[in-house]
């Protein structure tokens, strides 16, 4: 059990529609990423925070954006949902620093876009 | 070119089996390296991770890294049809706190252990 919850665990849309997705790091994390994983595909880099700020950020689109709050906790916004938005969305604490490399994921959101 | 390729098989192998599952990669700067498992519709879980070239031993799985063929690999010993799932290779350079950091996914390797 690694300690990272993700809410909710399916959900459905319409093309257009805005989405937040949630993420409870582990405890004593304090870095946060966020991946999409299409069908058959690997995780792909969305964003990544660390203490609040944003911390770099993967080939999306600015409808992607996201939040970390003071509790390490964090949101995922999606705007404007397309088709190919639909996927597994990843989220991965991980301790930040020199031990900061290893990530520990959620089980995810399923989001489907109709 | 794509930074890290591998092979999503599907791979199909006996209960018992040794499996090997590979990794390749181009960029230099990558020092650490992963393995993820991950059931169907779940989240990856991390099996093993190692900084440096040589062997990793941990219960029937052994990571292996080869940094001058940029090449990594785990095998699974005896392997038993609860290790069916897909394999993820990550990878990355080392990080510090603040810096920019993200792994480089493979695109994972579909596993069968048949009983």
């Known amino acids: 059990e690694t300690g990272v919850t993700q809410s909710p665990t399916h959900l459905i849309k319409t093309r257009g529609q805005q989405v937040t997705l949630r993420c409870s790091s582990q405890?004593?994390?304090?870095?946060v990423s966020w991946y999409q994983q299409a069908l058959g595909q690997g995780p792909q880099f969305i964003f990544q925070y660390y203490r609040e700020e944003e911390n770099g950020r993967g080939n999306f689109p600015p409808r992607f954006s996201g939040l970390q709050f003071p509790n390490y906790s964090s949101e995922l916004n999606v705007n404007a949902l397309e088709l190919d938005d639909s996927a597994l969305y990843l989220c991965?604490?991980?301790?930040?620093?020199?031990?900061?490399?290893?990530?520990?994921f959620g089980p995810g959101t399923r989001l489907t876009v109709l | 070119q794509k930074e890290v390729e591998q092979d999503p098989g599907p791979l199909s192998v006996p209960e018992g089996a040794i499996v090997s599952l590979n990794c390749t990669y181009s960029n230099s700067a990558f020092q650490y390296f992963m393995w993820y498992r991950q059931y169907s519709r779940k989240g990856p879980e991390l099996l093993m991770y190692t900084y440096s070239s040589g062997n990793k031993e941990d219960g029937r799985f052994t990571a292996q890294v080869d940094k001058s063929s940029k090449y990594i690999s785990l095998f699974i010993r005896d392997s038993q049809p609860s290790d069916s799932a897909t394999y993820l290779c990550a990878m990355g350079p080392l990080a510090s706190a603040g810096n920019n950091r993200k792994l480089i996914w493979g695109l994972g390797t579909s596993l069968a252990v048949n009983p």
């Open positions: 405890s004593g994390h304090n870095t």
């Open positions: 991965a604490s991980s301790l930040g620093g020199a031990h900061g490399d290893t990530q520990y």
